[in-house]
T-cell receptor, first 112, second 115 residues
Framework: AAGVIQSPRHLIKEKRETATLKCYPI?????VYWYQQGPGQDPQFLIS???????DKGSIPDRFSAQQFSDYHSELNMSSLELGDSALYFC???????????FGQGTRLTVV | AQKITQTQPGMFVQEKEAVTLDCTYD???????LFWYKQPSSGEMIFLIY??????QNATEGRYSLNFQKARKSANLVISASQLGDSAMYFC????????????FGTGTRLTVIP
């Protein structure tokens, strides 16, 4: 069965650079969630979208923005990267904001 | 506000034995969902099991079962017949009530299965 696809899997950026993370949800899923998991931490919710509209907002820094496109894929844009942004970024998707959210394999961002 | 507590930073279990991973939660919402995820060393987050707050029966998925005690606000994960491949980090998570669809995670329990 098709799963949530995230790209890239690994990304290395320098401080103050920008990064764009992509997420392709499971087919027919219309809800996308973004989470950030720092080293040794539990995942923290950043932002979510339902039917291309932002539905919830968590602890997403102002330097970050995200959107969901007409094909339901989502992109997380990160600017002015800081060392503390180094983390595993997960995207999860569900159908009609349903209870079961399936996660992608994550994008490991390292800021140097 | 929602809160998830996992009090066991690490657990060990003998292969083929059963193990219980503890999870307690706190919420004022009458409607919520409880989840368990497995995160192996490779990093992906694997959905294991879901329990809705109004579900009358405990959820089961193969070797995984969720011991849901609503009055105690606990949602412990029971893994039966442990396998070496079960060694991983396990996160308990809760989905908020009405209007909140994101997940709040506990700090996780690292399970090690001993041959």
């Amino acid at each position: 069965a098709a799963g949530v696809i995230q790209s890239p899997r690994h990304l290395i950026k320098e401080k103050r650079e920008t990064a764009t993370l992509k997420c392709y949800p499971i087919p027919r899923h219309d809800t996308v969630y973004w989470y950030q998991q720092g080293p040794g931490q539990d995942p923290q919710f950043l932002i979510s979208f339902y039917e291309k509209m932002q539905s919830d907002k968590g602890s997403i820094p102002d330097r970050f923005s995200a959107q969901q496109f007409s094909d339901y894929h989502s992109e997380l844009n990160m600017s002015s990267l800081e060392l503390g942004d180094s983390a595993l970024y997960f995207c999860a998707s569900s159908y009609e904001q349903g209870p079961e959210a399936f996660f992608g394999q994550g994008t490991r961002l390292t800021v140097v | 506000a929602q809160k998830i507590t996992q009090t066991q930073p690490g657990m060990f279990v003998q292969e083929k034995e059963a193990v219980t991973l503890d999870c307690t939660y706190d919420t004022s919402d009458p409607s919520y969902g409880l989840f368990w995820y497995k995160q192996p060393s490779s990093g992906e987050m694997i959905f294991l099991i879901y329990q809705g707050s109004y579900d009358q029966q405990n959820a089961t998925e193969g070797r995984y079962s969720l011991n849901f005690q609503k009055a105690r606000k606990s949602a412990n994960l029971v893994i039966s017949a442990s396998q070496l491949g079960d060694s991983a980090m396990y996160f308990c998570a809760m989905r908020g009530g009405t209007g909140a669809n994101n997940l709040f995670f506990g700090t996780g329990t690292r399970l090690t299965v001993i041959p």
